[in-house]
T-cell receptor
Framework: GAVVSQHPSWVICKSGTSVKIECRSL??????MFWYRQFPKQSLMLMAT?????????EQGVEKDKFLINHASLTLSTLTVTSAHPEDSSFYIC????????????FGPGTRLTVL | RKEVEQDPGPFNVPEGATVAFNCTYS??????FFWYRQDCRKEPKLLMS???SGNEDGRFTAQLNRASQYISLLIRDSKLSDSATYLC???????????FGKGTRLSVIA
């Protein structure tokens, strides 16, 4: 089956620093990747839709200058949390759809970010 | 009305019990429906798709009622390993994002 990886799986950083999270489709090409965020006991909330070679589409309330998304190739999308603050601590999950495939999305294992 | 509504639970059931969850959705344009399972601190994993005709996978049965705009999941003969949060999910079309419910938490007790 389609496999999506994320790196790092967890990260702890100081307030004010930037953190980059990578999302890779390992055995398929993903024209579209999605970034979600999940706070404890909450549902996954879509942050942005990332299309290869174009600007990401951000959901309402998500600051594009704070959450920088780059989708430079068909197998890699990155999310950079700039000037992270404790309230950005969350579980960040990416997903990808198979180019030309059905609606099923494949999720990465998630990245747990803790900002001190 | 929220896009997706689920009873958050928790549902605490004994092993061997049958348990059912419902999930209502508000977007009548929704085309595809899924049940995902999420274990604590893990990513969601697809449990099964939901078809209008209803579909079954072992102990799991999913149903879709378009007229009333809800989907359901029935788990028979519950196992301890079924303990998880079950998320109902729908998507409008193609490469549009999934819309997640908040999930229903199930605890199967020995």
């Amino acid at each position: 089956g389609a496999v999506v990886s994320q790196h790092p799986s967890w990260v702890i950083c100081k307030s004010g620093t930037s953190v980059k999270i990578e999302c890779r489709s390992l055995d398929f090409q993903a024209t579209t990747m999605f970034w979600y965020r999940q706070f404890p006991k909450q549902s996954l909330m879509l942050m942005a839709t990332s299309n290869e070679g174009s600007k990401a589409t951000y959901e309402q309330g998500v600051e594009k200058d704070k959450f920088l998304i780059n989708h430079a190739s068909l197998t890699l999308s990155t999310l950079t949390v700039t000037s992270a603050h404790p309230e950005d601590s969350s579980f960040y999950i990416c997903s990808a759809t198979v180019a030309g495939g059905a609606n099923e999305q494949f999720f990465g294992p998630g990245t747990r970010l803790t900002v001190l | 009305r929220k896009e997706v509504e689920q009873d958050p639970g928790p549902f605490n059931v004994p092993e061997g019990a049958t348990v059912a969850f419902n999930c209502t959705y508000s977007n009548s344009a929704s085309q595809s429906f899924f049940w995902y399972r999420q274990d604590c601190r893990k990513e969601p994993k697809l449990l099964m798709s939901v078809y209008s005709s209803g579909n079954e996978d072992g102990r799991f049965t999913a149903q879709l009622n378009r007229a009333s705009q809800y989907i359901s999941l029935l788990i028979r003969d519950s196992k301890l390993s079924d303990s998880a949060t079950y998320l109902c999910v729908f998507v409008s079309s193609g490469n549009t994002p999934l819309v997640f419910g908040k999930g229903t938490r199930l605890s199967v007790i020995a």
